[in-house]
């Protein structure tokens, strides 16, 4: 394709040449429950309620209440669309993002002006309200609020300086403050945040929306992949072949992505909390990937506003929490994660990875594994012992052989239909910690589990005995090419 991605813009002329990936509407749409209504119908699929479906990334250019304002949603919905946008074999994306992110290209502050900074608007000004000049949607009618889904948060360690960038779920609370979710021990901003608030001072924090896509894919890995002290936005360069621009924010000691359509600025405030739901008293929070909305917290740390800026005409960039996007977000980095740990210590063992649809990037994953030799038995359910080590979070490994396809879930299912036997290819790891937002890790579905958030792992191994592989030979059918008789 001609159109090289640099940022939101760009990817969306990229996705215009391309058949299939992109639909604009004029028609007026209701920010509140009814923009990600229609979308679940046009192209959320992942965990989203049926009927749902794979389809194009969708720009809705008249949104009720925000006059010329533009909204984009499903951008990395489809893993082909990401294919597409970082310029990859959707099958081969695990394995690139391995090597990006064990190459990463610094970030570099540019003294050029930002096009995020086109724009200004002070939350000193009496009329300033982010409510009003950000257009964000609520997914249903029981959201908390308007929620920021897909904003690149940035700061910087008190301490030692070190940076970093994650997404968190956002909720605008009033003209000038949003509350912030943490997961538990999941992030690298929670210690930075707890660092500040324990000397008692606020952490300045960008908020960048609308970015290049793979600032946005390279923002998900987590430890052990990108421990502490290791900035993503080096993931996102190596990812380009070229460093990303940063640039200094307006109102506070902080940096931002240069390039973005928004970028709030603010300070997360030291021993101030807020209920999530405070405006609504929904005891809902949003929908997460597990395909669940989530509670809303009681007490949530609060981000103090000071300025907004953006691009002229900016674009909003929003996600339905249990689509497809978050697959290829969080699914992605998890399969270059498993590439990474499993690769060092089984080399040449592994095919490839698929973080799955149905465990949102997150729960499950399928591991292709060849068996070479007599000795490789039993070495296939190390690498899944690895993969739960390579990335906390994850809840079941699949290990089909070399003949199925991994991001085929029907050939993973006609695996262990025909290769697998549950009294002897199941294999439990009671009592793991895992992921909070998994509703049954908790113990009043089952009291053996001692806390909520931990699990049982386990492995399916739907893989062949080596010494049986001759019994299982799939029916050998000839290799034509199709299309002398028909377009398929």
């Known amino acids: 394709m001609s ?16 058949p299939g990936q992109l639909v604009e509407t004029d028609v007026e749409v209701e920010p509140l429950a009814e923009l990600s209504g229609v979308y679940r119908h046009v192209g959320a699929g992942g965990t989203v309620m049926r009927p749902t479906k794979e389809g194009p990334a969708m720009i809705f250019n008249n949104v009720k209440g925000h006059p010329g304002a533009r909204v984009v949603i499903g951008l990395l919905a489809s893993r082909t669309r990401v294919g597409h946008l970082l310029d990859c074999d959707p099958k081969r994306l695990g394995f690139m993002l391995k090597d990006a992110v064990n190459a990463p290209i610094a970030p570099v502050v540019t003294d050029e002006p930002a096009p995020c900074q086109e724009v200004v608007y002070k939350a000193d000004d009496p009329d300033f309200d982010i409510r009003k000049l950000i257009p964000a949607p609520t997914n249903t009618e029981e959201d908390a609020g308007p929620y920021i ?5 940035y700061a910087t360690d008190p301490e030692n300086g070190d940076t970093d960038i994650t997404i968190h779920r956002l909720c605008l609370q009033s003209k000038d403050e949003i509350s912030m979710y943490f997961v538990p021990g999941a992030r690298h901003l929670t210690v930075f945040r707890e660092k500040a608030e324990a000397a008692g001072k606020p952490l300045p924090i960008s908020i960048s ?6 600032i946005e894919i390279a923002a998900c890995f987590e430890p052990p992949t990108t421990p502490l002290g290791y900035d993503e936005l080096g993931c ?3 990812i380009r072949g070229e460093a990303v621009k940063l640039a200094k924010c307006l109102t506070i000691d902080e940096k931002c992505i240069a390039n973005a359509e928004y970028v709030i600025e603010g300070e997360l405030l030291p021993n101030v909390r807020v209920r999530e739901d405070q405006n609504t008293d929904s005891g809902k929070a949003m929908p997460e990937f597990p395909g669940y909305t989530g509670g809303a917290q009681a007490e949530l740390p609060v981000i103090k506003v000071k300025a907004v800026t953006t691009r002229k005409n900016p674009i909003m960039q929003t996600v339905i929490g249990p689509s497809e996007e978050h697959v290829s977000m969080a699914g992605i980095p998890t399969e270059a994660s498993i590439l990474t740990m499993v690769e060092r210590a089984l080399p040449g063992k592994v095919q490839n990875v698929y973080a799955a649809s149905p465990g949102g990037g997150k729960y499950m994953a399928v591991i292709q594994f060849k068996k070479s030799i007599p000795s490789d038995e039993g070495r296939q359910r190390q690498a899944a012992l690895l993969a739960f080590s390579a990335f906390p979070e994850l809840k079941h490994v699949w290990l089909v052989d ?7 879930i029907k050939d993973v299912i006609w695996a262990m239909n025909t290769r697998f036997q549950a009294d002897t290819d199941v294999i439990t790891i009671p009592g793991v910690r895992c992921h909070p937002l998994d509703p049954s ?14 699990a049982c792992k386990t492995i399916f191994d739907c893989t062949v005995p080596f010494d049986q592989k001759h019994r299982f030979q799939r029916s050998k059918f000839k290799d034509v090419d199709p299309t002398h008789w028909t377009d398929a």
């Not at 159109?3 to 391309?18: G, H, M, P, W």
């Open 236 to 238: 996102a360069g190596a």
């Open 402 to 408: 070399e003949d199925v396809d991994p991001f085929d």
């Open 209 to 214: 929306i609308g970015v290049d896509p793979a």
């Open 3 to 18: 159109t090289k991605v640099n940022d939101l813009r760009s990817a969306l002329e990229l996705l215009r040449e391309i």
């Open 441 to 454: 890790n908790d113990p009043t579905c089952d009291p053996s589990i001692r806390d909520h958030g931990i």
């Open 149 to 153: 889904t897909m904003g690149m948060c």
